[in-house]
């Protein structure tokens, strides 16, 4: 088995880009996820589940960390990784609450024209992040993922839907961050560690599923048959929760590089 592709999504529920290598820190995968939208007024997270407009959102990790933004009508905008001086800005995550810094008003004003609604960016560094559900100690950290720092599907899972649904399925529907080739259908539901290059993951649990796997990444359109959900419904649902993908944790940093052998230890 094989790791056949890498994806990051710097600002969550916008585009992701993939990548032919990627380092990993003490939060999972650099630059992935560090960045929110939230409501200007209650600072709760923003995501495609009400917006599926974020979907056409660029928003480009670059090397000091900040992003370049972009989008149809729209000039570029840098944005630069708020400094130690920055205000800051309390943020909802699901059940989780976190003190962050935002990113500025100039960002705030591009993004609230794109949304449509009056939005603060904020970004989470490393030392502000938040535990991991059900952690076994205080190390274990994550940014503003749903839940877990990093999430795996196996290629020929996405095949095999893909043949139940009647039609090829984009990876990125999924936000999945490693892909791995070689494996048989749904195999990563029985792995508990692994090992790629000189990085071990544990594989904490599945990932469940929700509405905005009907988004089509290309045109932000939800499917009118509610695909691959419906599909997904008739054989991977357990205890009303319908799973597809496997959550992991990073033990150590390190790097990740495509084409690098996926080794399963447990």
């Not at 490393?126 to 196996?154: C, H, M, N, T, Y």
């Not at 599923?209 to 991977?236: A, F, H, N, V, W």
């Not at 799973?243 to 990740?256: H, P, R, T």
Request: aromatic share 8%; with cysteine; glycine share 10%.
């Amino acid at each position: 088995m094989r790791l056949s592709a890498l994806y990051r999504f710097p600002l969550k529920s916008a585009i992701g880009e993939s990548l032919p290598r990627v380092q990993l820190d003490n939060i999972g995968m650099l630059g992935d996820r560090r960045w929110m939208l939230v409501d200007a007024n209650n600072g709760r997270f923003f995501t495609q589940r009400a917006m599926a407009h974020m979907s056409q959102l660029s928003a480009l990790w670059n090397a000091q960390g900040g992003l370049t933004l972009s989008a149809e009508g729209f000039q570029p905008l840098d944005v630069p990784v708020p400094g130690p001086d920055a205000d800051m800005r309390g943020a909802f995550i699901w059940s989780d609450s976190m003190v962050v810094p935002d990113a500025g008003d100039e960002a705030a004003d591009w993004l609230s024209r794109f949304l449509g609604k009056a939005c603060r960016l904020v970004h989470v560094p490393v030392d502000r992040a938040r535990d991991i559900p059900g952690s076994l100690g205080p190390q274990e950290k994550v940014g503003f993922p749903d839940g877990f720092p990093l999430l795996l599907i196996g290629q020929a899972s996405l095949d095999d839907l893909s043949a139940r649904v009647g039609r090829p399925l984009e990876m990125l529907r999924f936000r999945t961050n490693l892909v791995v080739e070689g494996s048989e259908p749904y195999a990563e539901d029985s792995w508990k560690r692994i090992r790629i290059g000189d990085v071990e993951f544990r594989v904490v649990k599945g990932c469940t599923r929700c509405i905005m796997t009907t988004i089509d990444p290309k045109t932000g359109q939800r499917s009118s048959d509610r695909e691959p959900l419906t599909t997904l419904k008739t054989y991977r649902e357990k205890e009303g929760e319908v799973y597809f993908g496997q959550n992991l944790i990073n033990e150590g940093a390190g790097e990740l590089a495509v084409g690098m052998d996926v080794e399963v230890l447990e």
